[in-house]
C-alpha cells in the first residue's frame, strides 16, 4: 500500500495550511487560545479524520450493497485529558435513515472495520461507535 503524505506549511503567526492532493484546510487555534481563527485545530482535524474514514467507508458499504439507507450522519465526539493534552476516548454516534436496523447495523460494522482511522487507534484508545435513534 503507498504511503499518504500531507504538506503542512506555515501561512501566519498562527496559522498553517495543510495541503492535501490538491486540496487546502487551514489548521488555527481559536482567537481564546491565542490563534486567529482563520481553521479548525489539529485535535478538531484529527476528529474530522476518524468520521470522515468512518462515513467513507459507510457510504461505499452502502453503495455496493444497494442500501436502502439515507441521510446518514456521524456525530464524533473527543473527551480530553490534560498533562499531557491528548484524547482518552473517541465515540461516534451514526445516525440514518434506513429500512432495515440489522441491516444498517451490519453496513456500521463493515465501515468501522474498514477504516484506516479506527483499525489505528483500535487497542490504543477507548473508540466506540454507536447507532442512534
Known amino acids: 500500500?503507498?504511503?499518504?503524505?500531507?504538506?503542512?506549511?506555515?501561512?501566519?503567526?498562527?496559522?498553517?495550511?495543510?495541503?492535501?492532493?490538491?486540496?487546502?484546510v487551514l489548521v488555527d487555534r481559536p482567537v481564546a487560545k491565542g490563534g486567529e481563527d482563520k481553521g479548525p485545530m489539529g485535535g478538531e482535524l484529527f476528529l474530522s479524520s476518524v468520521g470522515g474514514c468512518f462515513m467513507s467507508n459507510l457510504l461505499a458499504a452502502i453503495r455496493a450493497r444497494g442500501a436502502a439507507v439515507t441521510d446518514a450522519k456521524a456525530e464524533v465526539t473527543g473527551t480530553l485529558l490534560e498533562s499531557p493534552a491528548r484524547f482518552a476516548s473517541i465515540h461516534v454516534n451514526v445516525t440514518a435513515r434506513y429500512a432495515e436496523r440489522a441491516e444498517f447495523e451490519k453496513l456500521v460494522e463493515i465501515a468501522e472495520r474498514g477504516c484506516v482511522m479506527m483499525n489505528t487507534l483500535r487497542g490504543k484508545l477507548d473508540v466506540t461507535v454507536e447507532i442512534g435513534a
Not at 9 to 21: L, P
Open 1 to 24: 500500500m503507498d504511503p499518504m503524505k500531507v504538506e503542512i506549511h506555515q501561512s501566519s503567526a498562527t496559522t498553517s495550511e495543510a495541503r492535501i492532493r490538491q486540496h487546502r
